[in-house]
């Protein structure tokens, strides 16, 4: 039976547990560019790590997803958060002997934590009814506001706390997420009680019209469900969006350190970037379920294209810091947009694989991003990474009106 309560419970859960692994990360991105240019020897690889957290996390978001759908939620999570605690350590080992090939590693083990991890906003929203789906899912995006503000905060003071100890300042952030992920896989395992897929079963339950011989029918293949028009357009907003963020996203911090930016400055502009991602998803949440998925998704999209026309126009920190809250915000439209769209297009066991195999392909296409972002930087500068942000974020403008035509709303109906 479906209590509102216990929901909120979890809810609050999966809020803290978010908020602890994307403060650490968020401490662990600030740094790991110019980490791994300093350890590589060369600033064509710098993205590299990036790159691969992001494969590591789109190689492993279905498999996981296939077992939080044979296993659950919360064993999922939990083995997510192990895999965040043991990339902090391998990264803290990395450092001390300056080895890339370990750093590497590290981004592997901190992409497959995020691939679980990431899982929590469709855990959020499947424990509510479909008129609250929007504004549960931003309620967990909302948690990286978190993150936002710890992350860099983290970064200053774990510093000096190595520093005290004989070792890398760099090593800081690395140590905290080591902590933080400990620390969250403990709760997700002790406290995510019930298992949040038996409450979202009740849910769909009590919602599904159909009569009970459709109810019995078998769950839809993958295939059968990519040729959805909505599952389509609701794949293509991860894909684009989240591919758009990190190309610019991650060379922000090697350029800013081309111009002489300090770690501070640096730390503010990400900061804003991660509250524009995370900080208003209450609000966009509501608009998404008040006037939505489609034309939120369409506002998500003009944001991003705002975003990638003003970043190259200044070095100023200030600017830069207000083109990457932009950037930020346009994903959270986008993001969250998709998400709600795709969930709502599911039914029961269907949900866990095509949100994994959702994950899969948003975070592959921005695996490719991240990795071409080293070689477009180093060819272009950072003019040369925005248009390609830009360029890509058009392709979603045009999906959004081509899947908006009158074929697409009588297939959706």
Do not use: C
């Amino acid at each position: 039976m479906y209590r509102k309560s216990t929901s909120l419970r979890l809810l609050y859960t999966l809020f803290i547990l978010q908020s602890l692994f994307s403060a650490s990360q968020i401490a662990v991105f600030t740094l790991v560019v110019i980490v791994a240019a300093r350890l590589a020897g060369t600033e064509s690889v710098a993205g590299l790590p990036t790159s691969t957290l992001t494969f590591a996390q789109a190689f492993s978001a279905l498999p996981i997803a296939i077992i939080m759908g044979r296993f659950g939620r919360r064993l999922g999570l939990t083995m997510g958060y192990i895999a965040g605690a043991l990339g902090g350590l391998v990264g803290v080992i990395a450092i001390i002997n300056s080895s890339f090939p370990l750093l590497l590693i590290s981004a592997a083990l901190l992409g497959i934590g995020r691939a679980s991890t990431d899982q929590s906003r469709f855990a959020a929203g499947e424990i509510f009814p479909e008129a609250e789906r929007g504004r549960m899912i931003g309620r967990i995006v909302f948690a990286g506001t978190i993150g936002a503000v710890l992350g860099p905060i983290l970064v200053g003071p774990s510093g000096r706390l190595m520093e005290a100890l004989g070792q890398s300042a760099d090593i800081g952030p690395w140590v905290a997420m080591l902590v933080l992920s400990t620390i969250a896989a403990l709760i997700a395992f002790f406290l995510l009680r019930p298992e949040p897929m038996v409450i979202a079963r009740a849910i769909a339950q009590s919602e599904d019209k159909r009569q009970p011989d459709e109810q019995q029918q078998p769950a839809r293949s993958l295939a059968t469900l990519l040729t959805l028009p909505k599952v389509q357009l609701a794949i293509m907003a991860a894909l684009v969006s989240q591919t758009v963020m990190v190309v610019l996203m991650v060379m922000t911090p090697l350029y800013m350190d081309h111009q002489q930016h300090s770690r501070d400055n640096i730390s503010l502009v990400l900061s804003l970037h991660t509250l524009g991602m995370f900080g208003l998803s209450p609000l966009t949440g509501y608009l998404i379920d008040r006037y939505g998925r489609l034309p939120m998704m369409l506002v998500g999209a003009l944001v991003l294209v705002a975003s990638a026309l003003l970043a190259p126009l200044s070095t100023n920190e200030f600017v830069l810091g207000l083109a990457l809250f932009l950037l930020g915000l346009g994903w959270n439209f986008a993001y969250v947009s998709g998400s709600s769209l795709l969930a709502d297009s599911l039914e029961g066991q269907e949900r866990t694989r095509a949100q994994g195999l959702n994950d899969a392909l948003s975070f592959f296409a921005a695996g490719i991003g991240s990795l071409a972002a080293g070689p477009l930087f180093a060819a272009g500068g950072y003019t040369a990474v925005s248009l390609t942000g830009l360029v890509v974020t058009l392709t979603l403008i045009a999906a959004i009106f081509w899947f908006n035509r009158p074929q697409f709303k009588a297939q959706s109906a």
